[in-house]
């Protein structure tokens, strides 16, 4: 073994185990730290964070990968490692610790900020915090790469490889399909006469839905001795790596099929992480390379799986025995109810699939033209309400219902929400490719998700970051992005669904 | 402020932000981690270990140290800050890397032996592992202090400034008064007609037990918004630092007493470290000096307090209240049961209050023998033996219940027994001392902890390590270490309790 790579691989161990620290104290702090413990808790964190930054930016880092001359000799796992840790220094050592600083600060400030200005559904409040953000974001991107647009800079912290001039191509794709296939569920819902949903909002007890959301989540093949299914106000999934997938969820008593759907989604998160490369699940190569990648996998088993009718057809008996209110519910009004959509719905995070990727592509175009210029921080709320009313056709009475909804932006998270649907994209590929080796309807409809589950393990999960997102798509699906897949099977569904 | 300093107290600050998270993962492994993560968690410690030795040992440390010249120029507080990190630093310093790993790798490999010897009683298994411990042991003592006796060293790490000089003369004190006081008990539990005890075993589900304990644990002080309460099989008391302080307990359904009293003894521990200084809180100067100190606020708590008349004089309404069954049982009767002697007890963890002592020297003197080289590892369960029946007059069937049963020679931890006789000493010091300021009865009556609370955070809790362990205890009690007020203290009870 080259001794270069010997000592990066050991560095990059190194910080695989604070990141993963890090990730515990996150996890502890939703889930059970005391109150009291905010500030020293911040404080601790903020020492582990400084102490990865120093050890990834460390000159001998920087030796190592010189050494190591773009990874001549290396087999491909280990030079995609190091292509992966390279990206990681270059970035890190970009950004000037002023920067650094300044930005850790601004964003713990803003997060508070935000949080009172949606309370008083105040964008004044936000406003000064959001422009500040925006032009410190955009120094970073620039300090990262000064060769490149901000914003494609930003987008590629979590999209490597993607591009605004790829996404706009990608999103007028989606808009110019979803937009009237929604215009019509819109008069198929004025039209009336659709199924009775109030079943929907029966109130079942917490503990109920525990109980019926964990068998589910086992039988979708979470393993819980490398894992931890716990109740958290914001869901995630998070935890230490590949044996140790910690998932949270939030009930809802008045609407038992959210807790179960969300639990569904952090499952395909969990499975990804649970799937990874474990030969090295200390190093940058197993984790995922692109956002839209890990979000395909929580979309593919949320929506594609949970929200289908085969999956149901194996597990809908056991859930009307569960919940005794289901009897008088046939499987098809149970399968609309997973789905309906809801026209009169302001909010992304409560958006069905159909309705999803426009919420998705108003935050995209606003986020591209801050960043290009072509937007000031001023027009913001006229520019969401613009678009909420030309593609959904409601207007946010406010704008706690409109720009001031979403926390990633008082983080500093800017470039993220592309990630979203490139997710369910992605998710539309794997499954029509994976149908085309497996029957999958029929492995589902008998309770059997290996099958599925096996086929993704192969070509996403154990993939991690040895190719290129394209490339991956490509090996797995036959083609890189492609959004043909996912308007085809909205079309199917959604025509089936409200029979248009 | 210095600029060695001010660096120096920086790097003490990380290296508490690696210490806290270590504690927080040890937490978490014995609370909530699932049980395939236990490799992974083990590389992350080792790593984040390994990450403080270095952080610790690193040259710039040893030259901030160095460049303050034993802290002269700074204030009282600092110099003892610097006292206590010169003395950290040169320990770390002071054991070579090679006999770290060496150690680090016999502790973890001798732990799993120990629990198979442990369950087949079979001594001879554990020997040759108990053996290479001893050296090992002996080598990092005289890697430390290569001028010292190598028993004295082990102390010290535990309890700065004491030495065996001091505890064969304390120790000889302690059985002088306890063997004969024990005799005493156990003849007048042969004679008979002591109250009934078999409430003592009334099934009481965890639940309840819980339930009842949390309410006395919120009652001694302790403040739930900066630590918790959980279950776990060995319990503990740990945290982060002063602001978020985890304590666990265990429930046996038929000694519901047990749990009780474990948990008022973890209160205390928890009280010593959510009193501690926090201004200096990521400092060394705030924690405790002395393991004895720290065991001296669990033991004052848990038996000067939770087993004395005063306090369940508040408290034994309550408590009948919650338990029907203690209807019939008198308050003298339920003190009686809380301090029960059993003289036929062979395991340190269950003795009471008069035992327990005499466990800890036979251990001392054991462990004294071994190091000085007048016993050999081969002899143990011989000199283990002979002492049981010399000084508690039973003589334990097997090493399971003998010289196997303590997990500590396991881990590597020689000389840290004395620490639990030295903490009830001192509390009974302590507690001595409290009387002369405050009516503590009085108080307790009353169900007041707040002034013996109060006494408590001023002279113990805030003073941390600012002063050396017996200028502490001069400072608090008017005396150094000193065993009257404890052989004092026993006497008096057991006399009154068993009506000698």
Known sequence: MNPSYQALS???????????????????QEIAMPKGAARARARQMATLAALHHRELTAADVGGWIAALDGG?????????????????????????????????????EAHDIWV??????DFEAFRPTLRRLVELAGERARAVDPGRPAYDVLIDEFEPDMAMARLDGVFADLKAALVPLIARVRARQAAGGLPNLDWLRTPVAADRQREVGESIVRALGFDFDRGRLDTSVHPFCGGAGPDDVRMTTRYTETAFLRSLSGMIH??????YEQGRDGSHGDQPVSRAR??????????????????????????????????????????????LGLN??????????????????LHVIVRYEIERDLFGGALAVDDLPAAWRDRMVAWLG????????????DVHWSGGTFGYFPSYTLGAIYAAQFMRAAREAIDVDATLARGDVAPLLGWL????????????????????????????????????????????
Request: with cysteine.
């Open 266 to 271: 952090e499952t395909g998160h969990a499975l």
């Open 72 to 108: 001549d000799g290396l087999g491909p796992v280990e030079a995609a490692n190091l292509r992966e840790a390279a990206r990681d220094h270059r970035r890190a050592v970009s950004i000037p610790e002023s920067l650094v600083r300044a930005w850790a600060a601004l964003t713990v």
């Open 394 to 405: 409601i207007a946010p009475p406010d704008d706690a219902l409109g720009c001031l909804q």
């Open 457 to 500: 393990r192969e070509r996403v999960h154990q993939v991690g970051s040895r190719l290129a997102t394209d490339d991956l798509v490509a090996a797995a699906t036959g083609r890189p992005l492609d959004t043909a897949p996912f308007v085809a099977y909205l079309t199917a569904k959604y025509t089936r669904l409200y029979d248009l």
């Open 290 to 335: 692109s956002m839209g990648i890990h979000e395909s996998q929580s979309l593919l088993w949320e929506k594609q799986v949970g929200q289908g009718e085969a999956f149901w057809r194996h597990h809908y008996p056991r859930m009307q025995a569960a919940y005794p209110f289901l009897a008088a519910v046939p499987l098809d009004t149970f399968v």
């Open 116 to 121: 009172e200005a949606r309370k008083n559904k």
């Open 10 to 28: 050991a560095r990059l161990s190194d910080l695989h185990a604070i990141e993963s620290s890090l990730a515990m104290l996150q996890w502890d």
């Open 340 to 357: 309906q959509v809801d026209l009169g719905n302001f909010i992304r995070v409560d958006a069905d699939e159909l309705t999803y990727p």
